[in-house]
């Protein structure tokens, strides 16, 4: 048996649903950040949203405008994959400060996606269409489930979190 079928084998339910919802947090954010492009190629939410707050703005200001927030978003995209992936890493080894950094991480993204969802800007209305925002939360549901996951007891039906003291049940 190898170590990481080890580890695997030896993970709780709850370890197990937390990299769950790890992986698709990931999908999330590696979705939110591809509606981004979809809509600029296609609807321009963005576009929509940026003229009518400034219809004083020129089209050279506002696609001016759109190329700064797809840069903001797509790095915060970006940040978000690699918080995603370490995490995951963190977890499928069994680092003992996962919860910790799963938490913080959690925190400071949901963070970032409520100010880009509620944020106003001087035209009095939010930065970001609604749609958009709310596509940035979406990972955060995820990230809510993870952390949950991370954080629960180990049940007493013999879960352990650590395979040192995993107990193994007759008949399992």
């Known amino acids: 048996m190898t170590t990481a079928h080890h580890e695997r084998s030896t993970m709780t339910h709850h370890e197990r649903a937390a990299i769950g919802a790890m992986y698709a947090g990931l999908g999330l954010t590696i979705a939110a950040t591809i509606v981004l492009y979809v809509?600029?190629?296609?609807?321009?939410?963005?576009?929509?949203?940026?003229?009518?707050?400034?219809?004083?703005?020129?089209q050279a200001r506002i696609d001016a405008t759109v190329i700064t927030?797809?840069?903001?978003?797509?790095?915060?995209?970006a940040l978000g994959v690699l918080s995603w992936l370490f995490t995951i890493w963190a977890a499928s080894t069994r680092k003992p400060w996962t919860r910790w950094v799963a938490t913080a991480l959690f925190a400071a993204g949901t963070s970032i996606a409520l100010f880009n969802l509620l944020v106003k800007d001087t035209s009095g209305d939010t930065g970001l269409p609604p749609l958009l925002g709310?596509?940035?939360?979406?990972?955060?549901?995820?990230?809510?489930?993870?952390?949950?996951f991370l954080w629960r007891k180990p049940s007493r039906r013999g879960e352990s979190r650590s395979p040192a003291v995993a107990v193994v049940s007759p008949g399992r």
């Not at 809509?39 to 020129?58: E, W």
């Not at 927030?69 to 995209?77: E, P, T």
């Not at 709310?134 to 949950?148: N, R």
């Open 39 to 58: 809509d600029h190629a296609t609807g321009n939410v963005l576009v929509g949203h940026i003229r009518a707050g400034y219809p004083s703005y020129g």
């Open 69 to 77: 927030y797809l840069i903001y978003l797509s790095v915060l995209g």
């Open 134 to 148: 709310w596509v940035g939360m979406l990972p955060s549901l995820a990230g809510l489930l993870a952390v949950i």
